[in-house]
T-cell receptor
Framework: ETGVTQTPRHLVMGMTNKKSLKCEQH?????MYWYKQSAKKPLELMFV???????ENNSVPSRFSPECPNSSHLFLHLHTLQPEDSALYLC??????????????FGPGTRLTVT | GQNIDQPTEMTATEGAIVQINCTYQ??????LFWYQQHAGEAPTFLSY??LDGLEEKGRFSSFLSRSKGYSYLLLKELQMKDSASYLC??????????WGAGTKLIIKP
């Protein structure tokens, strides 16, 4: 595997379910990100981990819970979601957080539908 | 608040040149990025500007004016495969990326 991978690619879940999204980066990067992408809206940054430490939580509801066990893996645990949480969830990584020209590399995303 | 403005959609002809504009109002500035996103795919990095001026990369160029809060992405010799959304993002004073909603570019033969 190369780059950033995400599983599953598609997920349909009920509002009472619990599921997890997985992201893995094979680039040796130290920063990882979760984004939400809804149709015709800007990417919304949800969580940032830099060197396995969470450095940003942009007022995300507690029904979304991130986990970063090491610098290569990132999870997003989901529970009691709402229909408006249906979106594309993108994982990204970069050499490190902070300044510099470090671009972010994105995974293919998980298309989530909450019924 | 912080805001990135881009046109929602643009149409251009194969072989032509198109300029996609981006204006921003952010708390601080630490660089501007352009990404390309084909439908159903991940965004991919195109360019980075932190100083005023033009950065050229093959058929793609990106320009930045910090005093005007303005950037553009210039695509030359358009090809059908350039049909995609183009995302402008600014890194703010907290070093977080603020994203525009993207410009959908449609290329016609």
């Amino acid at each position: 595997e190369t780059g950033v991978t995400q599983t599953p690619r598609h997920l349909v879940m009920g509002m009472t379910n619990k599921k997890s999204l997985k992201c893995e980066q094979h680039l040796g990067h130290n920063a990882m990100y979760w984004y939400k992408q809804s149709a015709k809206k800007p990417l919304e940054l949800m969580f940032v981990y830099n060197f396995k430490e969470q450095t940003e939580n942009n007022s995300v509801p507690s029904r979304f819970s991130p986990e970063c066990p090491n610098s290569s893996h990132l999870f997003l645990h989901l529970h009691t979601l709402q229909p408006e949480d249906s979106a594309l969830y993108l994982c990204a990584s970069s050499q490190q957080g902070g300044g510099g020209s470090y671009e972010q590399y994105f995974g293919p995303g998980t298309r989530l539908t909450v019924t | 608040g912080q805001n990135i403005d881009q046109p929602t959609e643009m149409t251009a002809t194969e072989g032509a040149i198109v300029q996609i504009n981006c204006t921003y109002q952010t708390s601080g500035f630490n660089g501007l990025f352009w990404y390309q996103q084909h439908a159903g795919e991940a965004p991919t990095f195109l360019s980075y500007n932190v100083l005023d001026g033009l950065e050229e990369k093959g058929r793609f160029s990106s320009f930045l004016s910090r005093s005007k809060g303005y950037s553009y992405l210039l695509l030359k010799e358009l090809q059908m495969k350039d049909s995609a959304s183009y995302l402008c993002a600014v890194r703010d004073s907290n070093y977080q990326l603020i994203w525009g909603a993207g410009t959908k570019l449609i290329i016609k033969p």
